[in-house]
């Protein structure tokens, strides 16, 4: 089992930068395929990016594609989400979470992942 916490989040201007960061404890999270997903108010929670547990490969969603780097540190059990050019449509809670120990992909589904963090709010204004 893995535990995730997210920090990062914040208040910023359209245009900005942030990084948020996942930290998960537990001895497996290297065995981890982890995704970053979000949440609006009043929208379903939706794919923002993934990454297989050897940083081999990534997936984005369209909408963040070419502005948001998802990566990990397997020594540091973290996994970022650089995220640049922020508009206000990027304004949600931002949630890290891990698929199961032994999946065999990366997912953009949200049912696929058992492990969820409780979010870091992610405001832009314009």
């Known amino acids: 089992q893995v535990q995730l916490i997210e920090s990062g989040g914040g208040l910023v201007q359209a245009g900005d930068s942030l990084r948020l960061s996942c930290a998960a404890s537990?001895?497996?999270?290297?065995?981890?395929?982890m995704g970053w997903f979000r949440q609006a108010p009043g929208k379903e929670r939706e794919f923002v990016a993934a990454?297989?547990?050897?940083?081999?490969?990534?997936y984005y969603a369209d909408s963040v594609k070419g502005r948001f780097t998802i990566s990990r540190d397997n020594a540091k059990n973290t996994v970022y989400l650089q995220m640049n050019s922020l508009n206000p449509e990027d304004t949600a809670v931002y949630y890290c979470?891990?698929?199961?120990?032994?999946?065999?992909?990366?997912?953009?589904?949200?049912?696929?992942?058992?492990?969820w963090g409780q979010g870091t709010q992610v405001t832009v204004s314009s």
């Open positions: 990454i297989r547990w050897n940083s081999g490969t990534t």
């Open positions: 537990g001895r497996t999270f290297n065995g981890h395929h």
């Open positions: 979470a891990a698929r199961g120990l032994g999946d065999w992909s990366i997912s953009i589904r949200n049912y696929e992942y058992p492990y």
